[in-house]
Structure formats: C-alpha cells, structure tokens
C-alpha cells in the first residue's frame, strides 16, 4: 500500500495563478481531510469528505473548493492563488470506524 | 468553538530524562477524541497517542503516556526515558465527529 499520495511536493505560483493539488489514497478510506499549516502553527482543516460525492467546509475554506468523485481521490483547488495561500498543505484519510489519521508528505506552496 | 491550547511553544530536556507537555482544550461536549501527533524535521505527521474521552484510564503507549484532566480539560503528554529521536514539534489534537481541532504546537528539543 502507498498509503496518503500528494502531488505535487513543491509548487511556485503567481498571484492569481490557479492549480489543483492532488491527494489519493489506497485504504479505502471513507474519510478524506485537508490542513494547511503555516510556520509555526499547527494545522488548519480546510475541507474534509466523509465519502464519495460528500464534502464540507472546516474552519478556513475560503479560497479553495474540493471535489469528492471516487473514495481514492480528494482533489484541492485554489483559484485566483494570493500570498496568503503560501503554507504547506497536508492530506489525510481515516477508515470511519477507527481513530487514527494517515497523512500525506504534504505539499509546500509558495504564491509570489 | 472547539479551541485547543498549548502554552509551552519550545521545550528542553537532557537525553534520558522525562518531559512533560502541556495541552489544554476547550469544549462543552462530553464525548470526544484526545490526540498527540508528533513532526519531525521530515514533516509527516505520526500519530504518538491517543485518549477516548469516555475512558478515564490515562493511555500508555511504551514511554509515552497521557495524563487526562477531564474536569480541567487538560490533556499532557509525557515522554520517559527522552531519546535524541524524540526531537519533533508536537501537536494537541482534539476530535469530535468529523472533525479535527490542532494546537498550535510544542517544539521539543533533546539535549545530549
């Protein structure tokens, strides 16, 4: 099992650029999350689906929108990127009947 | 809202001594999930232990244990026996339903 895939690791974009990072997993997972974490801080849920077709804001959704179409992938998109963006960006799943979350390597974002 | 609080942003301990770490949260609900996570300098996050908390056992897990102050929300993390592996940031994570609340973070450094 690969476990948590992000793609890509690292990312420059331009103010108001837009892109989508990639998140799959492999475990059949029904639960999917998205955090950012800025320096120093600890991580910020975004969104997070609790299954296919499922999806709901977390405490700082503004500026992004996910999309839930297969249990494998959960797929984050920021349009219109501004400096405020730039962090890292992990993804984690969890089965629905245990406590654990499995991260992804995360994704360090930078918006020049 | 749900709020998780870490007051000690750095720590020291010498190599083979015990720490402790400090997390209190914020919440009026009565059934919910305590979490420390660990991050190394690798930035994956690693689940160290978890606290259901219906139970009021502290969990143990090898040199980690918890000690678990519902009445006082207050959730701490020791480490025995510290090895200069243990060198990470951990995070308080707190968990009710579908969601996931972090701190901010403790930033603890192993002295050989």
């Known amino acids: 099992n690969a476990g948590v895939t992000q793609t890509p690791k690292f990312r420059i974009l331009k103010i108001g650029q837009s892109m989508t990072l990639q998140c799959a997993q492999d475990?059949?997972?029904?639960?999917m999350y998205w955090y950012r974490q800025d320096p120093g801080m600890g991580l910020k849920l975004i969104y997070y689906s609790v299954g296919a077709g499922i999806t709901d804001k977390g405490e700082v959704p503004n500026g992004y929108n996910v999309s839930r179409s297969t249990t494998e992938d959960f797929p984050l998109r920021l349009e219109l990127a501004a400096p405020s963006q730039t962090s890292v960006y992990f993804c984690?799943?969890?089965?629905?009947?245990?406590?654990?979350?499995?991260f992804g390597p995360g994704t360090r974002l930078t918006v020049t | 809202a749900q709020t998780v609080t870490q007051s000690q942003p750095e720590m020291s301990v010498q190599e083979a001594e015990t720490v402790t770490l400090s997390c209190t949260y914020d919440t009026s609900e009565s059934d919910y999930y305590l979490f420390w996570y660990k991050q190394p300098p690798s930035r994956q996050m690693i689940l160290v232990i978890r606290q259901e908390a219906y139970k009021q056992q502290n969990a143990t897990e090898n040199r980690f244990s918890v000690n678990f102050q519902k009445a006082a929300k207050s959730f701490s993390l020791k480490i025995s026996d510290s090895q200069l592996g243990d060198a990470a940031m951990y995070f308080c994570a707190y968990r009710r339903r579908d969601k996931i609340i972090f701190g901010k973070g403790t930033r603890l450094h192993i002295l050989p």
């Open positions: 984690a799943s969890r089965e629905t009947a245990t406590y654990e979350q499995y």
């Open positions: 475990m059949n997972h029904n639960y």
